[in-house]
């Protein structure tokens, strides 16, 4: 398994501002992926965090709103940049390991935007 | 792609009940469904899985069933608990994809 620390844990942030959300985990991991949930709602996939390269964006998501770093196999951070109040929802680092099928997530990070 | 659809939206059971939790998920070459478990202020967790070649598999209370011909898998938790108290969410994968889609959850109510 991975343990996964993210930072940070919640925060509430004025419109028009940007926050860096920081994903740690203790093992190298060959996927590291963000998503967001907004409330009462599933999880959408923003991106692949891709180490040492652009990150895989899915519809509706693009870099100037959701910059995304990934440095080394173990770190990765997610801006969420120019927020409005449709931003506040959960954010959510997940990364996949080798030669397991399964993800495993953060605790999130619960933006407000007032 | 593939849609993953899940109900109820919302579970409220007596403790000491079983709940069953169901999906249905639209694309065939899907292979792999995960269960997974929120609770409030934290991340999603894994708790149960199943792959495409078996079709059912147990963990002490909890169990999940899967029909590949009718494209639907179950959650089942029996003698519920106020600790099962969550957001469960089911999901599916396909093997050519790293990536799973989730259904919309189910919120669980356990009332002691």
């Known amino acids: 398994s991975a343990v996964i620390s993210q930072k940070p844990s919640r925060d509430i942030c004025q419109r028009g501002t940007s926050l860096t959300i920081q994903c740690q985990v203790d093992?190298?991991?060959?996927?590291m992926f963000w998503y967001r949930q907004q409330p009462g709602q599933s999880l959408t996939l923003i991106a692949t965090?891709?180490?040492?390269?652009?990150?895989?964006?899915e519809s509706g998501f693009v870099i100037d709103k959701f910059p995304i770093s990934r440095p080394n196999l173990t770190f990765s951070t997610l801006t969420v940049s120019n927020m409005s109040p449709e931003d506040s929802s959960i954010y959510l680092c997940?990364?996949?390991?080798?030669?397991?099928?399964?993800?495993?997530f953060g605790q999130g990070t619960r933006l407000t935007v007032v | 792609g593939e849609n993953v659809e899940q109900h109820p939206s919302t579970l409220s059971v007596q403790e000491g009940d079983s709940a069953v939790i169901k999906c249905t998920y639209s694309d065939s070459a899907s292979n792999y469904f995960p269960w997974y478990k929120q609770e409030l202020g934290k991340g999603p967790q894994l708790i149960i899985d199943i792959r495409s070649n078996v079709g059912e598999k147990k963990d002490q209370r909890i169990a999940v069933t899967l029909n590949k011909t009718a494209k639907h898998f179950s959650l089942h938790i029996t003698e519920t608990q106020p600790e099962d108290s969550a957001v469960y969410f089911c999901a599916a994968r396909s093997g050519g994809s790293y990536i799973p889609t989730f259904g919309r959850g189910t919120s669980l109510i356990v009332h002691p």
């Open positions: 093992s190298q991991v060959t996927m």
């Open positions: 997940s990364v996949r390991t080798g030669g397991t099928t399964e993800a495993f």
């Open positions: 965090a891709n180490q040492g390269s652009e990150a895989t964006y």
